[in-house]
């Protein structure tokens, strides 16, 4: 049946993009009890915890392996696990972290553990926007050599890093 293949697929890692159709969608919807199903899916796409039963935004493991491979996920995940230290710094952690922060607990903010993890995904995200900028302004100084001697030391610096 078309369900066993779709479950099939999910659990050897095959991506979800080339699955378009109504079809598949709705077998898919018949899938989402399927607990080995979701955590396979959430491994891969995190943001599947979305569109996931609420017994599984419940579930530690299920919740921990999506935050772990994308921080946003914390957002779908139910309040209880919001609340919880170790799934908020894996969120915080994990690649696009930054934005975890605001669908962690209120009560968490104050944690010390809680605001250094904060701290250093608000650092990650900088770096990493910096190191871009810094990558198109050496392409861009590269099609104009001659206007690197009149730049600014500071401005040299960021195409350098």
Known sequence: TL????RSWVLRGVSP?????????QAMMK????RELMLATVATRAVALKSACW???EDREIVLAAVRKRGRALEFASPQLQCDREVVIAALTAPGGHRAISFASPQLHS???IAAAAAKASCRQRHAKLAGKAQHLQISMESFPQTEAALPADVLCLLHL
Request: overall charge positive.
């Open 17 to 25: 993009e080339p699955w378009r159709g109504h079809r598949l969608e």
């Open 55 to 57: 017994q599984f935004r």
């Open 111 to 113: 944690d010390p553990r």
């Open 3 to 6: 369900a066993a293949r779709t």
């Open 31 to 34: 899938l989402r009890a399927d």
